[in-house]
């Protein structure tokens, strides 16, 4: 079976422009998390849903910030009006519940210029 | 305040050499994980464990639960071998880590 996919894995954007993130988690994977990696830093947990319900988001940096997972499957982080420190790899990972092992995806390289 | 420690940041070693990576933690921890960066962002899982030690090929990981720390041993390093090498560890009650900010290892042939 396919890992977990992200996509687009680089996006180039002016300050100011929003964007979307998209996490496709593994099938049957109930819990979701996104991370932000600055350079030269570990992951920061931004927030982390099971299914579709989002039970932690206090992560998340400024109210620009928003994750949504409407199915419990797909999930899309938004950042709005983005600024140059947004700029990092922002990763998502998925494991079943109740699992310490999570499963991370290739993540996706922001470049907010 | 970090709850995961590693050292050191960054590592350059000669193909074949034996390497350590350190993780020092301050919370109380059911397992401890280690993972491998490319560069390019992906995120691989090397290993989880919670007493003793794991081998996966030429990878070693050890952990003393009492002393909070644990290791990451490469022998017979090799050039493919040149990742981000990070440390987690669960937080809280949910499937959520603390992460270390990596070690940096480079292994030139």
């Known amino acids: 079976g396919a890992g977990v996919s992200q996509s687009p894995r680089y996006k180039v954007a002016k300050r100011g422009q929003d964007v979307a993130l998209r996490c496709d988690p593994i099938?049957?994977?109930?819990?979701l998390f996104w991370y932000q990696q600055a350079l030269g830093q570990g992951p920061e947990f931004l927030t982390y849903?099971?299914?579709?319900?989002?039970?932690?988001k206090s992560g998340l940096p400024s109210d620009r910030f928003f994750a949504e997972r409407p199915e419990g499957s797909v999930s899309t982080l938004k950042i709005q009006r983005t600024q140059q420190e947004d700029s990092a790899v922002y990763l998502c990972?998925?494991?079943?519940?109740?699992?310490?092992?999570?499963?991370f995806g290739p993540g996706t390289r922001l470049t907010v210029t | 305040k970090n709850e995961v420690e590693q050292s050191p940041q960054n590592l350059t070693a000669q193909e074949g050499e034996f390497i350590t990576i350190n993780c020092s933690y301050s919370v109380g921890i059911s397992a401890l994980h280690w993972l491998q960066q490319h560069p390019g962002g992906g995120i691989v899982s090397l290993f989880m464990l919670s007493s003793g030690k794991k081998k996966h090929g030429r990878l070693i990981a050890t952990i003393n639960i009492q002393e909070k720390h644990s290791s990451l041993h490469i022998t017979a390093s090799h050039p493919r071998d040149s990742a981000v090498y990070i440390c987690?560890?669960?937080?809280?009650?949910?499937?959520?880590?603390?992460f270390g900010t990596g070690t940096s290892l480079t292994v030139i042939p």
């Open positions: 849903f099971q299914n579709e319900a989002q039970l932690d």
């Open positions: 099938s049957g994977h109930v819990s």
């Open positions: 987690a560890v669960p937080r809280g009650t949910g499937n959520q880590f603390y």
């Open positions: 990972a998925s494991s079943l519940v109740h699992s310490y092992e999570q499963y």
